[in-house]
């Protein structure tokens, strides 16, 4: 009766087993499809209320969705309408990935794409190369010559990683930004864009390299000077 038992109780667990790696094999057969849907979805870079589903499987799918990514970015080469251009950046902005990197420096270096498609393209330099700001297009196109671009400031930032971005992009989009800064060709906002995202990465470059602040030592209290004792004084009065 007992050795009944305990085939009957190795053969539930064994069940259980197979069961739950059968349910693991599925969900990830399911997530797997629900990311190919979605790459689908966000490469055609025109997102919409009813997909926004498709958009937030960015942070689930990661390097998958890379591709696709970098696809919906370089649909906004021709794009002037900056609701669009908006809404599409505001769904990737935190989405780090090489691919979406490279199709944002495409577009920023080219003169043939919108000068608007060119600033948000900047925009999302930044905001691939820095944690806790959020690059806003009015700030990015109204920067002269001698102005200090603004940015605006942003906490507990969720950032998903796709295809890691090579140490020398930091350089890459410094390299870029000064260019087009100085391009006296340029339309006057990518001018503009140029010079925020040049002063946003020199700023870093100053707080990354300044050495930490140190509160000063403290230094000892000087010591106090000999007190004379009540007997003391008395003494020296009863001697006068």
């Keep these: 009766m007992r050795s009944r038992t305990m085939i009957t109780a190795a053969f539930i667990v064994l069940s259980l087993g197979v069961v ?131 940015q605006s400031s942003v906490a507990d930032r969720t950032i998903a990683v796709g295809t890691p971005l090579p140490s020398s992009d930091r350089q890459r989009a410094r390299t870029l930004a000064k260019s087009l800064a100085a391009d006296e060709s340029a339309p006057a906002i990518v001018r503009s864009a140029g010079r925020c995202l040049d002063q946003a990465l020199w700023i870093d470059d100053q707080v990354q390299a300044a050495k930490p602040i140190r509160p000063p030592s403290r230094q000892p209290a000087a010591p106090l000077g000999p007190r004379r004792s009540g007997s003391d004084t008395t003494r020296a009065g009863n001697q006068s």
């Design 20 to 150: 739950g790696a059968a349910r693991t094999d599925a969900q990830a057969g399911h997530t797997a499809h629900d990311c190919s849907k979605a790459a689908r979805i966000v490469a055609r870079g025109h997102p919409v209320k009813k997909e926004d589903w498709a958009w937030s499987m960015l942070l689930v799918c990661g390097a998958q969705d890379s591709e696709a990514a970098h696809d919906a970015w370089l649909q906004q080469r021709s794009v002037s309408d900056t609701v669009q251009l908006e809404a599409t950046y505001a769904r990737l902005w935190s989405f780090r990935d090489a691919g979406l990197f490279d199709a944002a420096a495409s577009i920023a270096a080219d003169a043939a794409a919108t000068p608007q498609s060119r600033v948000y393209s900047m925009m999302m330099l930044l905001a691939q190369l820095l944690d806790d700001t959020y690059p806003t297009y009015d700030f990015f196109i109204s920067t002269g010559p001698f102005d200090v671009c603004r």
